[in-house]
């Protein structure tokens, strides 16, 4: 099958698959879709990637075998202003000039807006929940994409959603009665394969929690896991705090805000790395994942951690997150606005050796029996096949 797979992604993860790779560019950073794109390769399809990058100039292809990833220009400023119209428009001529039976768009707004132009079949899979977006980041860009999204609920007519939170808010707010099967998302049997070894063996006064979080917003709530460290601090004054991802570097807006609250002691600010490297730190350093965002359509931060046998602590109202972690059956759900909450959870885990291997190995097995990508790619074929065979009708 000749795929279309249209979505920002971490190039430089598939920079092994193509000639020239080291000049793919390294822009969005969103892991699982490349390795989605390396799944369908390994079942034997032919895939083209479309996705854009800040600062390419013209649009770029690079070829492997049975693989083409197609870049566009994408603006740094402005792209709201006209819905994306200038990215659009590359995107789908490019769309165009590939040969793809089907095009399966990631996101509700610019790469979809682009692929149903085509008049390719298209399978829209929707990230995130628009109107929640929009709640914590009132601006006009965030405006921009609402309406985007509403255009592509209005001509779609294929849909998944990575989660039930996902599809619900979907049709409650822009599509009622659509069809929406759930599709969540995956990770790679390499990354079950490092969470087999053993647990790791510290004890309660040097043990270490992590963040992976994305930007210092609202919606991702570090505030609240600082806080609840400085109160895990007091009953264990050697417990360690890594917290990786944007925003989250020294001298960055997380490290800056934990100095200012006199908060910081024992807090590693680690910042973005490149994703093995992440993976490989979780693995090997990490006692347990504290995941505080109060908003999220699937967690792939709480995935990782389950995969990798570390207990994960998230929120019990979290859209979701909650899905993912079985509604508290493989993983520890609070009221994560609570630092207080958080924190007596935090300390549970630390102190009670028994506890967290039980929660920890409930998390492993939920994330091994309903996450793994080879299972995800297989339902999304069958849904790209069953497309096709209505549209010949």
Not at 106 to 119: I, M, S, V
Not at 174 to 191: F, S
Not at 309 to 319: D, L
Not at 364 to 377: D, F, P, Q
């Given at each position: 099958?000749n795929?279309g ?10 920079r092994?698959?193509v ?10 950073q969103f892991?699982p879709?490349?390795?989605w ?10 895939v083209?990637?479309f ?5 390419v ?5 690079f ?11 994408r603006?740094?400023k402005?792209?709201g ?7 659009r ?12 039976e089907?095009?399966?768009?990631h996101?509700?707004?610019e ?8 008049g390719?079949?298209t399978?829209v ?6 109107w ?7 601006d006009?860009?965030r405006?921009a ?6 255009e ?6 294929h ?7 996902a ?6 707010y ?5 069809k929406?099967?759930?599709?969540p ?5 390499a ?9 790791r063996?510290g004890?309660?006064d040097v043990?270490?929690f ?8 609202r919606r ?6 600082l806080?609840?460290?400085a109160i ?6 050697a417990?360690?705090l890594?917290?990786?991802g ?5 001298g ?5 805000w ?8 024992g ?20 006692d ?5 965002s109060v908003?999220?359509s699937?967690?792939m931060?709480?995935?990782?951690g389950m995969a990798?046998?570390?207990p994960v602590?998230?929120?019990?109202s979290?859209?979701?997150v ?5 509604f ?6 609070v ?8 924190a007596e959870?935090m300390i549970?885990?630390?102190r009670?050796?028994?506890y967290l291997?039980?929660?920890?190995e ?23 096949k ?8």
């Amino acid at each position: 099958m000749n795929i279309g797979f249209a979505t920002q992604t971490s190039l430089p993860l598939l920079r092994h698959l193509v000639a020239n790779g080291e000049r793919l560019p390294e822009d969005y950073q969103f892991a699982p879709s490349a390795d989605w794109v390396k799944e369908l390769l390994r079942m034997g399809h032919n895939v083209t990637v479309f996705t854009t990058a800040a600062g390419v100039g013209e649009a770029t292809t690079f070829r492997g075998n049975r693989l083409k990833i197609k870049v566009a220009n994408r603006r740094r400023k402005g792209t709201g202003r006209d819905f994306y119209a200038a990215e659009r428009q590359q995107l789908t001529q490019m769309m165009l000039e590939e040969r793809c039976e089907i095009i399966h768009a990631h996101w509700t707004y610019e790469y979809a807006l682009a692929a149903l132009a085509t008049g390719i079949p298209t399978l829209v899979t929707i990230h995130d929940l628009p109107w929640n977006v929009l709640r914590y980041f009132r601006d006009a860009h965030r405006a921009a994409r609402l309406v985007m999204a509403y255009e592509v609920a209005f001509r779609g007519k294929h849909f998944t959603a990575v989660s039930d939170d996902a599809a619900k808010h979907f049709r409650r707010y822009l599509k009622p009665g659509a069809k929406i099967a759930v599709a969540p998302n995956g990770l790679p049997d390499a990354i079950f394969e490092m969470g087999k070894g053993q647990l790791r063996a510290g004890q309660a006064d040097v043990f270490t929690f992590a963040t992976v979080l994305q930007g210092w917003t609202r919606r991702k709530n570090p505030t609240a896991a600082l806080k609840a460290f400085a109160i895990v601090r007091r009953e264990l004054p050697a417990a360690r705090l890594l917290m990786f991802g944007l925003g989250y570097q020294v001298g960055g807006p997380a490290h800056d805000w934990a100095v200012q609250q006199n908060i910081e002691n024992g807090v590693t600010f680690a910042g973005v790395l490149p994703y093995m490297q992440l993976i490989k730190k979780l693995c090997e350093e990490v006692d347990v994942l504290v995941h505080p965002s109060v908003e999220e359509s699937f967690s792939m931060a709480a995935l990782e951690g389950m995969a990798l046998r570390k207990p994960v602590i998230a929120g019990r109202s979290t859209p979701g997150v909650r899905q993912v972690l079985g509604f508290g059956e493989a993983g520890i759900l609070v009221d994560v606005r609570d630092p207080a909450a958080l924190a007596e959870a935090m300390i549970q885990l630390a102190r009670n050796p028994e506890y967290l291997t039980r929660v920890a190995e409930s998390g492993y097995e939920r994330a091994s029996k309903l996450y793994r990508l080879e299972a995800v790619m297989t339902q999304y074929q069958e849904l790209y096949k069953r497309i096709l065979g209505s549209s010949a009708c």
